[in-house]
């Protein structure tokens, strides 16, 4: 459309400039044609102007709207790799939370084992104790006895 205008104001003035234009060679009753000729030629001009002007601010608003668009793409994607780096990472915490779990566990069992052995000692070290307490104290009631039976007797 727009090239068909231009070729077609191009024709016209063309045809005007190659024309004479000495109002002698027309005749007076076509003036009022040639007249009106002209000024539909400057109406056309003008619309031209404008459709092309249109296209033009239609033109940069499509551009800007396609720069748009692209930075919308490339933020959803930096959005689709930083939700799948997060969800990585959340992955490797799990196995790593698991582990530890596991770990845990482990040490939780070996300690209770540690106490349950140490229990045992200390109750053989307590009867360890308390047989020796029971020999220390007969052997002393046995010295006693027989210091007051040999003071009994001297006496």
Request: no cysteine; hydrophobic share 40%; net charge positive.
């Amino acid at each position: 459309m727009k090239a068909i205008t231009l070729i077609l104001l191009l024709l016209a003035s063309n045809l005007i400039l190659s024309q004479n234009t000495s109002t002698r060679s027309i005749p007076e009753g076509q003036i009022p044609e040639v007249y009106k000729g002209l000024k539909q030629n400057e109406y056309l001009k003008a619309r031209l102007q404008k459709t092309e002007t249109a296209l033009s601010s239609a033109n940069q608003l499509i551009s800007e709207q396609d720069k748009a668009l692209a930075v919308s793409k490339s933020l959803i994607t930096a959005k689709d790799e930083a939700m799948g780096t997060i969800l990585e990472i959340s992955k490797q915490d799990k196995i790593i939370s698991e582990e530890r779990e596991k770990q845990l566990n482990i040490d939780i069992s070996y300690l209770q084992a540690q106490m349950a052995i140490e229990r045992k000692e200390a109750k053989i070290k307590q009867r360890k104790r308390f047989w020796n307490g029971v020999k220390i104290g007969g052997v002393s009631v046995a010295v006693l006895g027989l210091a007051g039976l040999i003071w009994s007797n001297n006496q």
